[in-house]
T-cell receptor, first 112, second 114 residues
């Protein structure tokens, strides 16, 4: 079965510094992987997705993620954090029948 | 991206009553809609998958008689929480997809059962 593990429940950064949110996946076949962001009391917004094309995936708002098969990782990065990036981030893998399996989430805190 | 709406955004009801939540895909036809549940500070858990015109497929542990799902058209799915109890209080989120494409999520419905 497909699964994802988000290694950090909370990540704190200062505005203007880089962001790294870590995600490892487990899959018996080439996975489809996603990062979603959820702002407080809001729905989820797709940041980016990997579907076996380029291993470096660029998303919205300056985020990108790199698929590393050897490390079974799909970490999310951004060169410079903005206050508006503070939110909950979910790493997601697609299982059978289009089912999405969510990680436990990482809360990103951005301080001035 | 595509737009998915949910109504209502927030609902408070008394224990024992039923509540209906609507999920609409506004600018595309959704062959499949998904219903998720999210408890405070937790991740999303898939409850059920519904394909237009057929019965929903429920995940293990989800009571189909309690959480009634209808997907009568390509733009509308409804989730009815029957005989709601306080433990049903949660954030319910739907998503919609066309074929094998990306799922687009609604803004969620916060249910509070008193």
């Amino acid at each position: 079965a497909q699964s994802v593990t988000q290694l950090d429940s909370h990540v704190s950064v200062s505005e203007g510094t880089p962001v790294l949110l870590r995600c490892n996946y487990s899959s018996s076949y080439s996975p489809s992987l996603f990062w979603y962001v959820q702002h407080p009391n809001k729905g989820l917004q797709l940041l980016l997705k990997y579907t076996s094309a380029a291993t470096l995936v660029k998303g919205i708002n300056g985020f990108e993620a790199e698929f590393k098969k050897s490390e079974t990782s799909f970490h999310l990065t951004k060169p410079s954090a903005h206050m508006s990036d503070a939110a909950e981030y979910f790493c997601v893998v697609m299982g059978g029948f289009q089912k999405l399996v969510f990680g436990t989430g990482t809360r990103l805190l951005v301080s001035p | 991206g595509a737009v998915v709406s949910q109504h209502p955004s927030r609902v408070i009801c008394k224990s024992g009553t039923s509540v209906k939540i609507e999920c609409r895909s506004l600018d595309f036809q959704a062959t499949t809609m998904f219903w998720y549940r999210q408890f405070p500070k937790q991740s999303l858990m898939l409850m059920a998958t519904s394909n237009e015109g057929s019965k929903a497929t429920y995940e293990q542990g989800v009571e189909k008689d309690k959480f009634l799902i209808n997907h009568a058209s390509l733009t509308l799915s409804t989730l009815t929480v029957t005989s709601a109890h306080p433990e049903d209080s949660s954030f319910y989120i739907c998503s919609a997809a066309w074929g094998q494409e990306t799922q687009y999520f609604g803004p969620g419905t916060r249910l509070l059962v008193l």
